[in-house]
């Protein structure tokens, strides 16, 4: 099946500062989206980007298809965007959305 | 509109018994997907219902089983319980086959002791 890599696996920011997070996948897909998981567990929708580029507020992502990676941008962080954002994808024919191990974002003040 | 629902939002269970947990998905949405996320683990596949039948299983035993209703709600049951299926089970929902993106609940979070 369908690998799928994200790094770096761990960030600390100082508040204000921007980021960029990478996900790496081995195959073509029909799905990527980006999530961050909050303190409680909630897995929140933050991009369905199987291809092109998106930006809601300060968050942006880029999918390269042909290239096989997407990049998710932070600017101006916030405390409250501390974190795990993971990266899922799939391919084809409704296969199962696979995680990544995700990236752990502290953001200080 | 409302989204993903789950419940129990907390289940504690004893080493042995059986477990069930709840979803009803987005209204309109026709796929429901399980995924477990015990702690060290990540996420990890489950079951995947669409139109009431099972369409895709992760590498789980045959404990674990659910089904969908005509509703689209379904269940997840973990029979004979045992202390590693601690875990984070979230559900999510999609249009159909997960082309459009899927969209979580809040989970359940499974104790077994």
């Known amino acids: 099946g369908i690998q799928v890599e994200q790094s770096p696996p761990d960030l600390i920011l100082q508040e204000g500062a921007n980021s960029t997070l990478r996900c790496n996948f081995s195959d073509s897909v029909n799905n990527l989206q980006w999530f961050h998981q909050n303190p409680w567990g909630q897995l929140i929708n933050l991009f369905y980007i199987p291809s092109g580029t998106k930006q809601n507020g300060r968050l942006s992502a880029t999918t390269v298809a042909t290239e096989r990676y997407s990049l998710l941008y932070i600017s101006s962080s916030q405390t409250t965007d501390s974190g795990v954002y993971f990266c899922a994808a799939s391919t084809g024919g409704g296969n199962k959305l696979t995680f990544g191990t995700g990236t752990q974002l502290k953001v200080e003040l | 509109e409302a989204g993903v629902t789950q419940s129990p939002t907390h289940l504690i269970k004893t080493r042995g018994q059986q477990a069930t947990l709840r979803c009803s998905p987005i209204?309109?949405?026709?796929?429901v997907y399980w995924y477990q996320q015990a702690l060290g683990l990540g996420l990890q596949f489950l079951l995947w219902?669409?139109?009431?039948?099972?369409?895709n299983r992760g590498n789980f035993p045959p404990r674990f089983s659910g089904r969908q209703f005509p509703n689209y709600s379904s269940e997840l049951n973990v029979n004979a319980l045992e202390l590693e299926d601690s875990a984070l089970y979230l559900c999510?929902?999609?249009?159909?086959?997960?082309?459009?993106?899927?969209?979580f609940g809040s989970g359940t979070r499974l104790t077994v002791v």
């Open positions: 219902y669409d139109e009431g039948e099972e369409r």
């Open positions: 209204s309109g949405h026709t796929s």
């Open positions: 999510a929902s999609s249009p159909g086959g997960g082309r459009y993106g899927y969209t």
